[in-house]
């Protein structure tokens, strides 16, 4: 992965076991930014850790600008069916473009890796960004952190 063309300030790399606590810390961030109180984001805390172990068992791309972690994305399983198992930018570069980066180096990588699909839950704030970029919403799904809340269920279907 190299320096984007469109913004060279943001680099796309490839994950590594030690990015684990950061990659936690934007995650939380992210989440934050859609308003949620701190006792909802305390109950998806765990959800939203990301350990040594996960970034080893799948593909994680993350996203610097001047060597500062400010995104991330993880495919996670196996040909022909993945999932996008994560996608979270920093409170303060969302709308700069660096989730758009991470969206479509995750889409692309799956796909020369073999996925047809990916499929994934996403937070209600961040749906249509999804679909913006050709996700259809096939459902929804129990939160895993909150009791009594759906979250849709949608998909990348890959070229």
């Not at 606590?21 to 308003?35: E, F, N, P, Q, T």
């Not at 069916?81 to 980066?101: C, K, M, N, Y």
């Not at 459902?139 to 895993?144: A, F, I, L, Q």
């Not at 809340?149 to 998909?155: I, N, V, Y």
Request: charged residues 25%; glycine residues 8%; aromatic residues 8%.
């Amino acid at each position: 992965m190299n320096t984007s063309e469109r913004d060279p300030h943001v680099t796309l790399r490839a994950g590594r076991g030690d990015d684990a606590a950061a990659l936690s810390a934007v995650a939380m961030r992210s989440k934050a930014y859609w308003g949620y109180s701190s006792a909802f984001l305390d109950a998806c805390r765990d959800e939203l850790t990301v350990t040594p172990e996960l970034i080893a068992d799948s593909q994680v791309t993350v996203a610097e600008i001047l060597e500062r972690v400010v995104g991330f994305s993880r495919v996670a399983g196996a040909p022909p069916s993945g999932e996008l198992a994560a996608l979270f930018v920093d409170h303060d570069t969302i709308g700069t473009g660096v989730g758009r980066r991470l969206l479509e180096e995750a889409l692309s990588s799956a796909a020369e890796r073999g996925f047809s699909e990916l499929t994934f839950t996403a937070d209600p704030g961040a749906a249509s960004f999804y679909a913006a970029h050709g996700a259809e919403t096939i459902g929804r799904v129990p939160s895993e952190s909150i009791a009594g809340r759906e979250l849709p269920w949608m998909r990348f279907t890959l070229t």
